[in-house]
């Protein structure tokens, strides 16, 4: 297989892409990130012949159901507040590539991310012809962010596990730092069908020397993880509601104001721009991190205070709009609804809340529904522009069985979509008897919650329009 978009007429050797839209065509042109063949063989092949740039930094290893993107990002502040040089991976990106490959926080910017795609290319078409399946869209990626991080270098990487752990493309390094956040079910085709399979596939990032930081997990999972990491040896272990965690928590506004025991300290009173329980534990957790990183070296209070407080998570309950409000969360499972469900009833009073909601075919939309149903008015089913997008009206059949026919509205397109729901909110909102204003919420996957940002942003652009749904 080559890359459709970069490849000479004779066929032989990929030529350089020129333009953003080209080296992102190459990629997208390789096996997509949900076609998996267990196997670390390609991606080690191919860091083989990239002078193995894992091998040149300090790692920091996030895997998990939830909350890994957050959690990275945290880290990531702690960390370029000490001063550190920092690189970043994450999956999958809310609007475009890019920011999957950061340095310093910063995505790379598009002439840096031709520059990455161009110095791996040479080797991709070399890797796919000595493996039995070529490289991946994923694998590739991931050796774009290993030789960027190499490259620049950075002082510390910190590289989120795309699906699993075990057999997932980043795991070719030896982390300082293995960090496993909350364990639910998802991508069961792929990992299993309950928690403690997952379980088993995620403990793989646990290496020898390593330390490994547990977010607070049911007693079953706990279970194989320290196990996982009794028959690994040599192995760290800090968990949360023991070695560390959230001490107390209260809403703010803007936010909450969180009280943290890491493994060294407490830290008072510390502001996190982001709402709900489940960002203060990821809090606690990244925290705990940073400092097994950094072992003995103690941090400070203002440190601490001022790494949290410029934190930001793009499309995890992130407000975009107001006039109605519209809320962005990236959820897309039944463990993420919980989480988003039980920080609406924490830290808002919106009334009505219209949903905004289009899934993925292969997820367990309808646990999702269910988890939603006690928060949402009226939920508006559409789909975002991927192929494994489900359809809206199958959507609303569920939907329909979950929440009353009276309660459910169809809108395929997601401009339209977002549309009907504000009308909805600001009508209920004129009507309400409650204390509170209407708003929307658009959620049930990152696609849809990034396809939203978009049109969201581009509406408020001076000169564009900002009613019809005709962005």
Request: proline content about 5%; hydrophobic content about 45%.
């Amino acid at each position: 297989m080559t890359d459709s978009a970069t490849t000479d007429p004779d066929g032989h050797a990929p030529r350089p892409a020129r333009t953003f839209a080209e080296a992102e065509d190459a990629l997208l042109s390789r096996w997509p990130e949900t076609r998996l063949e267990p196997s670390l063989d390609r991606i080690q092949a191919f860091l083989e012949l990239l002078g193995d740039p894992q091998d040149a930094v300090q790692v920091i290893q996030l895997t998990g159901t939830n909350g890994k993107t957050s959690t990275s990002r945290m880290i990531d502040s702690l960390l370029r507040t000490l001063e550190l040089r920092t690189g970043r991976f994450t999956s999958p990106h809310v609007e475009k590539m890019s920011e999957r490959i950061c340095i310093d926080g910063e995505p790379l910017s598009d002439e840096e991310f031709i520059e990455a795609f161009n110095d791996v290319a040479p080797y991709t078409h070399l890797v796919d012809a000595d493996q039995p399946h070529p490289l991946s869209f994923f694998e590739t990626v991931v050796g774009m962010a290993y030789a960027r991080f190499a490259e620049a270098p950075v002082d510390v990487a910190i590289v989120e596990v795309g699906m699993g752990g075990r057999w997932d493309a980043t795991n070719v390094v030896q982390n300082k730092v293995a960090v496993i956040g909350p364990i639910g079910v998802d991508h069961a085709a792929y990992l299993g069908d309950n928690a403690i399979a997952i379980a088993h596939e995620k403990a793989g990032i646990i290496n020898p020397g390593s330390t490994v930081v547990l977010a607070e997990q049911s007693a079953e999972v706990a279970t194989v993880l320290l196990q996982h990491a009794a028959e690994v040896g040599e192995v760290t272990i800090a968990r949360e509601g023991m070695e560390f965690g959230v001490v107390s928590r209260a809403a703010a506004v803007g936010g909450q104001v969180v009280t943290l025991q890491g493994l060294r300290a407490r830290y008072d009173e510390v502001f996190l721009p982001l709402y709900g329980a489940h960002q203060a534990q990821n809090a606690a957790v990244a925290l705990a991190a940073v400092e097994a990183l950094l072992a003995d070296e103690p941090l400070s209070d203002d440190l601490v205070r001022e790494a949290f407080a410029g934190v930001t998570s793009p499309g995890r309950l992130e407000i975009v709009r107001r006039s109605p409000t519209v809320l962005l969360d990236a959820a897309h499972n039944p463990h993420g609804a919980t989480a988003l469900g039980e920080a609406l009833a924490d830290s808002f009073a919106f009334d009505p809340l219209v949903g905004v909601i289009g899934v993925m075919a292969d997820k367990d939309y309808e646990a999702f529904l269910v988890e939603l149903e006690p928060h949402l008015a009226h939920v508006v089913c559409t789909q975002n522009s991927t192929e494994r997008a489900l359809p809206a009206e199958a959507l609303a059949t569920t939907a329909i069985e979950v929440f009353g026919e009276d309660r459910v509205a169809v809108a395929p397109r997601l401009a339209e979509a977002i549309d009907v729901a504000a009308t909805l909110a600001e009508a209920g909102e004129a009507i309400s008897v409650s204390i509170g204003s209407g708003a929307v919420l658009v959620t049930g996957s990152v696609v849809t919650v990034g396809e939203a940002r978009t049109l969201l942003q581009r509406r408020q652009e001076p000169g564009r329009a900002t009613n019809g749904g005709q962005q």
